[in-house]
């Protein structure tokens, strides 16, 4: 990801916010998908009381079907609220609208790295039995 610089136009901003749906599309993956994938995986290897967030235990205990509603809810609620983000940047004046670009793409590579994290964590729970924390 590149940062705005000051001479950016609109056209180059709709770029941007493309790249910025393409990444936080690449994020929610991580984090819904693949954690999903993996939760289970772990919660059949060691028991759903080793989950360590209380939402996630409490639907692992009734039924994946909640599971799966709880993390669709998820999907939604994020999905609305960066479409606002996004529409924020577009509106954001030119001297700040980079410092802004420059902020989600901190957030943006911050969930990325909290996702690969999530994965390598729950995958080191299936194979080995142990969470990383």
């Given at each position: 990801m590149r940062v705005f610089d000051s001479t950016v136009t609109r056209p180059a901003t709709e770029r941007r916010i493309e790249e910025y749906w393409s990444w936080a599309a690449v994020a929610l993956f991580l984090l819904v998908t693949v954690d999903l994938l993996t939760t289970l995986a772990a919660a059949q290897q060691v028991g759903s009381a080793a989950e360590a967030n209380p939402l996630v235990r409490w639907t692992l205990g009734r039924s994946v079907a909640l599971l799966v509603a709880v993390n669709v809810a998820a999907v939604v609620a994020v999905t609305a609220c960066f479409r606002l983000l996004m529409a924020m940047l577009r509106r954001a004046p030119d001297p700040y609208r980079r410092y802004?670009?420059?902020?989600?793409?901190?957030?943006?590579?911050?969930?990325?790295?909290?996702?690969?994290?999530?994965?390598?964590?729950?995958?080191?729970?299936?194979?080995?039995?142990?969470?990383?924390?």
């Open positions: 802004f670009a420059f902020g989600i793409e901190l957030w943006l590579g911050g969930l990325l790295a909290a996702g690969l994290f999530v994965f390598a964590n729950n995958l080191t729970v299936v194979v080995f039995g142990e969470s990383l924390l």
